[in-house]
DNA sequence: CAAGTGATTAGC
DNA sequence: CTAATCACTTGC
């Protein structure tokens, strides 16, 4: 069943982050029906206040431009010249907020996943914000994708328990100063398919 | 551990 | 216009 819109619109975008894992990530194909992931582990990114978020100070370009608009959408960007990253936009509309997604365990269409891939294992398929976009082939002909529309969406699927979700500090935003230490990460304890294994 | 890669951004 | 940067991955 497809998350309702409300789901996305919520205030807090760190409850949102947490409550994302277990749900499905879904993409139809036209091989497989649909290639799909659990939600293993995501980022969030609280819009003007945090150094280490696009809309840092109220920043706003092309790029971002979605994740100003209403909550319930898809912020797709490029990034080090070969790699897109998945980002759920939360909140109102100019209320920058978005939860990346960092790393999903295959459901739906695996074998899809191995061939877009190339001669990986398993384990690495979609285990990074980097690679799930190309195990599920999302690239910025999803930026502002509607959620509740036909080319994306998240399903209810898993529940976690509070002991089950881990958190810590964001990977790869060392230059954020005091924010790079915020705990706005959160991730399926001990799965196999989360990027990094480490606490914090 | 460092190279690769090019869109995006800020700063002239 | 130009130069620096970058919410990563892979292979050494």
């Given at each position: ?7 996305y619109?919520?205030?807090?975008t760190?409850?949102i ?54 909550g ?17 936009v939360t909140g ?5 907020h ?103």
């Open positions: 069943m497809k998350i309702e819109r409300a789901f619109l919520g205030k807090s760190l409850r982050a947490r409550g994302l894992l277990g749900t499905l990530l879904v993409v139809p194909d036209e091989h497989a029906s649909r290639v799909s992931g659990m939600i293993v582990e995501t980022e969030a990114y609280l819009g003007i206040e945090d150094k280490a978020a696009h809309s840092y100070g109220g920043r706003r370009t092309a790029r971002n431009e979605v994740a100003y608009g209403p319930g959408h898809a912020y797709v960007f490029f990034v080090y010249g070969m790699y897109y990253q998945l980002n759920i109102p509309v100019e209320h920058p978005v939860v990346l997604i960092r790393a999903v365990e295959p459901v739906d269409g695996i074998e899809i996943m191995r061939t877009r891939r190339g001669a990986m294992k398993d384990k690495n398929l979609t285990s990074g914000p980097g690679k799930l976009c190309i195990a599920l082939d999302t690239d910025r002909g999803l930026n502002g994708a509607d959620l509740a529309g036909g080319q994306i969406w998240l399903e209810k699927y898993r529940q976690f328990t509070e002991n089950e979700i881990a958190t810590g500090k964001r990977i790869g935003i060392d230059y954020a100063n005091e924010y790079a230490a915020m705990p706005w990460r959160f991730w399926v304890r001990g799965n196999q398919y989360v990027s990094r294994n480490r606490e914090g």
